[in-house]
């Protein structure tokens, strides 16, 4: 990434301090309360047993994840091409990314988790001859050797990190674990749609301006209209992604931005996913 791209990006960061509401679809208030951030509890899943919690998110319909955010992370890592044949899926939770890499090509995948049940669920409902699931204690990927894998991805990771030691340390392993020229992706909600209710989710609260780490009050839909599964997660700008690859060692940068291109019915007429970037790309190569 040139040092004007970098640039651009700093000052798009800057631009989300500034009143954003009206970008909000009609239907969604401005909330012009006062920083409630305290009031939030400190976990990232608002009080929810671990175990509920993987269950719900293993009920959780990733539509427009489908849609934009995988292919996205996908196209960027280059799988499907001959190159990638050893995938590293961080925090793979009930395995559905990691079933769809080995869906989308030949290669075999190492998915890694710190959540029991997350794991239980993926070796139930996901096995497949080419995903290996592992477990870790600490976050640690002490299992893989250096430069043993091609391609890395982190999705929906960074934000429940509060602290941004956590998102270095998570940064440098995948770093270690990736051969040079293999290329390490992160996929999370964009931040700067933060507030903007989505097809199924809604990351941040409407009108509200976030500050780096920051908690923040985000909510996913479960098929069937029943209750929305609540989480807390942490805001982090474009600029942090930058930084924590950058100091890991990563070099040749890139953000994408991506929005839905091909319109589909499961979205409805006029999804938000046309008119905003519902997820942020950040990638580099080792």
């Known amino acids: 990434m040139t040092p004007h791209a970098i640039d651009r990006l700093d000052q798009r960061d800057a631009d989300t301090s500034a009143d954003t509401s009206a970008d909000f679809p009609a239907d969604i ?4 309360s006062a920083d409630s951030s305290a009031n939030i509890p400190a976990d990232s899943s608002a009080n929810i047993p671990a175990d509920a919690s993987a269950d719900a998110f293993e009920s959780y319909d990733d539509l427009p994840e489908r849609l934009i955010g995988y292919p996205a992370v996908f196209h960027a890592l280059g799988i499907g091409s001959s190159a990638v044949r050893t995938v590293l899926d961080y925090g793979c939770g009930t395995g559905k990314v990691a079933t769809r890499v080995v869906e989308a090509s030949d290669a075999r995948v190492v998915a890694v988790d710190i959540a029991p049940r997350m794991l239980e669920i993926a070796r139930t409902r996901r096995p497949h001859p080419r995903i290996d699931y592992r477990q870790s204690d600490d976050g640690g990927l002490g299992f893989l050797a250096d430069g043993s894998v091609d391609a890395a991805m ?21 770093h270690r674990v990736l051969r040079h020229g293999g290329r390490f992706a992160v996929l999370d909600a964009n931040p700067r749609t933060a507030g903007i209710r989505f097809s199924t989710f809604r990351s941040g609260e409407p009108g509200r301006v976030y500050t780096k780490g920051e ?15 609540e989480l807390v997660d942490h805001h982090w700008p474009c600029q942090t992604y930058l930084d924590v690859l950058g100091k890991a060692g990563f070099t ?11 319109r589909s019915a499961q979205l409805g007429s006029d999804p938000a996913e046309a008119g905003h970037p ?9």
């Open 154 to 174: 982190a999705c929906f990771v960074f934000t429940t990190a509060g602290d941004f030691a956590v998102l270095h340390d998570i940064a440098a392993e995948a």
């Open 215 to 229: 908690r923040r009050r985000s909510r996913r839909e479960l098929p069937g209209g029943g209750a929305p599964l």
């Open 29 to 32: 208030p401005a909330d012009t």
């Open 252 to 262: 040749d940068l890139d953000v994408h931005e991506p929005v839905l291109t091909h």
């Open 278 to 286: 519902p997820f942020l790309v950040v990638s580099g190569v080792r």
